[in-house]
């Protein structure tokens, strides 16, 4: 019972487009949600997040949209660069006192062509 | 810098053989976690220590056990490993509990043979 998604296992754009990585979630108590980028032989480390009261939040080139009536978030990379190359895991967090468990999806490896 | 270590980044046990991995922080943080990631899946959180607290996840083997000893380490004993087992097990901290951004190490990937 995966609660959170991500649809596709990868993406590839080309340099200087944008990149739109999805994610769904199944779990309407979830208030918080991040986005993790992993480089191979590296563990994650944390890219972007967006509370639940927000549907917007911005950092350099990247967004982080959240549709709640959807479940649906997406990160946009504008533009892509081939640095960007690696593989997006969104995760959310659940509204439990002191919760500490992230959900996490399985991943979208993106490549970014130059 | 500042960072999660694990060690060792590849292990090899047998079927049954236990098997400890460890993680250090130079991070001083309150929260240390135990990820494991099987290939092409999300990583699942077997455990986390709030300080000296331990908290299982409910669905967590029995074969898995953690220890922390001090602030800045925590190890994973996974006491007879199966074929099953094999997967990246990261580790993660965080300044407290609640908190939402989670620093991870490289992971250890294990190996049963």
């Known amino acids: 019972d995966q609660q959170v998604k991500q649809n596709s296992p990868s993406l590839s754009v080309q340099e200087g487009r944008i990149s739109i990585l999805n994610c769904d979630y199944t779990n309407s108590m979830f208030d918080y949600f991040l986005w993790y980028k992993k480089y191979p032989a590296e563990g994650p480390t944390f890219l972007i997040s967006i509370s639940s009261i927000k549907d917007k939040n911005e950092d350099g080139r990247f967004t982080v949209f959240l549709n709640k009536s959807a479940k649906h978030l997406s990160l946009h990379i504008v533009p892509s660069q081939p640095g960007d190359s690696a593989v997006y895991f969104c995760?959310?967090?659940?509204?439990?006192?002191?919760?500490?468990?992230?959900?996490f999806g399985t991943g979208t490896r993106l490549t970014v062509i130059p | 810098d500042a960072m999660v270590i694990q060690n060792p980044r590849y292990q090899v046990t047998q079927f049954g053989k236990p098997v400890t991995l460890s993680c250090s922080q130079t991070l001083n943080h309150n929260v240390m976690y135990w990820y494991q990631q099987k290939s092409s899946q999300a990583p699942k959180l077997l455990f986390h220590y709030y300080d000296k607290d331990f908290n299982n996840e409910a669905d967590t083997p029995d074969n898995f056990q953690s220890r922390r000893p001090n602030t800045s380490f925590c190890f994973l004993d996974i006491r007879s490993p199966g074929l099953g087992d094999a997967a990246m097990y990261l580790c993660?901290?965080?300044?407290?509990?609640?908190?939402?951004?989670?620093?991870f190490g490289p992971g250890t990937r294990l190996t049963v043979l």
């Open positions: 995760a959310a967090r659940g509204r439990r006192q002191g919760a500490n468990n992230l959900f």
């Open positions: 993660a901290t965080s300044r407290r509990q609640g908190n939402n951004e989670q620093f």
